[in-house]
Nanobody, 123 residues
């Protein structure tokens, strides 16, 4: 079981602005989970923004490459892992609810979601 806590980081920003989203995962065997962020805009399907493995193998959507950066940091003292999505040069099309995700690699399949945070890019 994995618990995901999304720290407040969303909000309203003007085009060209920046935001940072952080999510802390706690639980067992976090090394076996791919951690990342998805987003869902109104009327659209949820889509991958960026994700990273324990080996820091990172994948991101073409639409955010060069603008968003994902990092993964482990805190051994707390047995937690934090994934941080640094978003820059934000565009109106980045407006969506952003969800933190933890997906287990291998069997049994396990998939956990954060509660979601709104990001609105508008002038």
């Amino acid at each position: 079981q994995v618990q995901l806590e999304e720290e407040s980081g969303g909000g309203l920003v003007q085009p060209g602005g920046s935001l940072r989203l952080s999510c802390t995962a706690s639980g067992s065997s976090l090394w076996s989970y791919v951690l990342g962020w998805y987003r869902q805009a109104p009327g659209k399907q949820r889509e991958l923004v960026a994700e990273t493995t324990n080996d820091l193998d990172t994948k991101s959507a073409d639409s955010v490459k060069g603008r968003f950066a994902l990092s993964r940091d482990r805190d051994n003292s707390k047995n937690t892992v934090t994934v941080t999505l640094e978003m820059s040069n934000l565009k109106p099309e980045d407006t969506a609810v952003y969800y933190c995700n933890a997906r287990r690699v291998g069997a049994p399949y396990q998939d956990f979601w954060g509660q979601g945070t709104q990001v609105t890019v508008s002038s």
